[in-house]
């Protein structure tokens, strides 16, 4: 079993619905990341959280420590949001990123 | 914003063929580098962490003679693929973060390079 799970794998839906995407991961951990990779294959970083949650623009991302879960929203989505968003983790202790699949994610207008 | 640069983008060569790529963070100093290989509709998978002036530290299953990092100054580390045959194709990244306590600060992610052995 991997250590972070993402869901859905896949996600498609209508331009200006409001997206959720799970991470829950099985290991302690000291942050979380959100990043998103288009199509061409760089990844920008969207989030990083210890606690709580933040906000940027369009996106929301939470994380509960004790349930070991964060969730990516997106509000009023756009076709350019369609990329794969990955949930990756960095382990207590350890000094590198753990990845979970990724969730393509496709908006049609 | 910090930005990292990856260079080239694309790689296509014959088998058997060395192929460096360059990791070059533009406004920051990078202890330490990041390496990653993604296949096709798969996750990113860390090669090896890379530290400035020091050996890197390859995960298990990547060998070190296939994949020689050098990390020689602060703002540069660099990926050889040395004799690529065709299963070396594939995406590879890496990131960067600012300042040694990496685990407090986001990652920066180069733009990747494709790599294509014929």
């Known amino acids: 079993k991997n250590e972070v799970e993402q869901s859905p794998q896949n996600l498609t839906a209508q331009e200006g619905e409001f997206i959720t995407i799970n991470c829950s991961y099985s290991?302690?951990?000291?942050?979380l990341h959100w990043l998103q990779q288009h199509p061409g294959g760089g990844i920008v970083s969207l989030f990083m959280l210890s606690s709580g949650k933040k906000k940027h623009g369009r996106l929301i991302a939470t994380i509960n420590i004790q349930e070991k879960h964060s969730s990516l929203h997106i509000t009023a989505s756009h076709p350019r949001d369609s990329a794969v968003y990955i949930c990756a983790v960095i382990i207590q202790g350890a000094q590198k990123l753990v990845f979970g699949q990724g969730t393509r994610l496709t908006i049609n207008p | 914003g910090a930005v990292v640069s990856q260079h080239p983008s694309r790689v296509i060569c014959k088998s058997g063929t060395s192929v460096k790529i360059e990791c070059r963070s533009l406004d920051f100093q990078a202890t330490t580098m990041f390496w990653y290989r993604q296949f096709p509709k798969q996750s990113l998978m860390l090669m090896a962490t890379?530290?400035?002036?020091?050996?890197?530290?390859?995960e298990q299953g990547v060998e070190k003679d296939k994949f020689l990092i050098n990390h020689a100054s602060l703002t540069l580390s660099t990926l050889t693929v040395t004799s690529a045959h065709p299963e070396d194709s594939s995406f590879y990244i890496c990131?960067?973060?600012?300042?040694?306590?990496?685990?407090?600060?986001?990652?920066?992610f180069g733009d990747g390079t494709r790599l294509s052995i014929l």
């Open positions: 890379s530290n400035e002036g020091s050996k890197a530290t390859y």
């Open positions: 290991v302690g951990i000291s942050a």
């Open positions: 990131s960067a973060s600012l300042g040694a306590r990496w685990g407090n600060q986001p990652q920066h």
